[in-house]
């Protein structure tokens, strides 16, 4: 924690709610009286929503998964510096829909590029600004990428074409469920599983169980 704000991450693989669920938890927080500087990746700032307009529409493809890597992790200094520490300067929580677990599971553990060089890069640019909580929706790939293709003609027209990583196949989206459930295992004590199936409210019920905990101990 860089300063006396709380950093919370969501993460998971594409339609397992996370957006949904990070602005619920916002909106929790808020009533509550917090300050809440709710945020995404990538995106965050206007670079970085330049930067997601470029990967998600496969822009950045033709050049492969390292340089996409390159390209979220760019995005990603410029939301820190931007965004993220000064809010958690002034002693704000910030929530992100995606961060750095997500680029260690998109083009690490899936894509392929070498684990210990995105670990670098992640050292020097997150340093001490690591999540103090994050949160893996996780759910069967055949109910979230129905989800998915629902969220993609609700927000783009029924017929939209879906984004890069929503148009994998099946079998990369059940890599990436086990990349992020084994990102999990390796850091029990900041990364939650929370099951994802049922009611938006049922999953938001079980993110608050959890989080309650974790406020508790923080205490």
């Known amino acids: 924690m860089m300063g006396t704000g709380t950093f919370i991450t969501f993460e998971g693989g594409e339609g397992t709610g996370k957006s949904t669920q990070a602005r619920r938890l916002a909106e929790y927080l808020e009533a509550k009286g917090e300050t ?77 590029v070498d684990l210990d060089l995105l670990k670098q890069m992640e050292a020097v640019i997150v340093g001490d600004t690591a999540p103090d909580v994050t949160f893996v929706l996780d759910a069967p790939v055949s109910q979230t990428l129905l989800r998915a293709r629902r969220e993609t003609n609700r927000t783009s027209g029924k017929g939209a074409t879906p984004d890069r990583f929503e148009k994998q196949d099946k079998t990369i989206h059940e890599e990436l469920r086990k990349a992020f459930l084994a990102i ?3 850091a029990p004590r900041r990364v939650h599983v929370i099951d994802a199936t049922g009611t938006p409210e049922d999953v938001f019920a079980r993110i608050l169980q959890v989080y309650g905990k974790v406020a508790e101990k923080a205490a």
């Not at 493809?61 to 939301?79: I, K, T, Y």
């Open 184 to 186: 999990a295992l390796q």
């Open 36 to 112: 809440v500087v709710l945020t995404r990746e990538p995106g965050g700032t206007a670079s970085g929503e330049i930067v997601r307009r470029i990967v998600l529409e496969g822009g950045a493809e033709p050049l492969g998964v390292l340089a996409e890597a390159v390209l979220m992790n760019a995005a990603r200094s410029d939301h820190l510096e931007k965004v993220i520490r000064p809010a958690l300067n002034a002693g704000k929580t910030v929530i992100c829909d995606r961060f750095s677990d997500s680029t260690i599971a998109y083009q690490g553990i899936v894509g392929g």
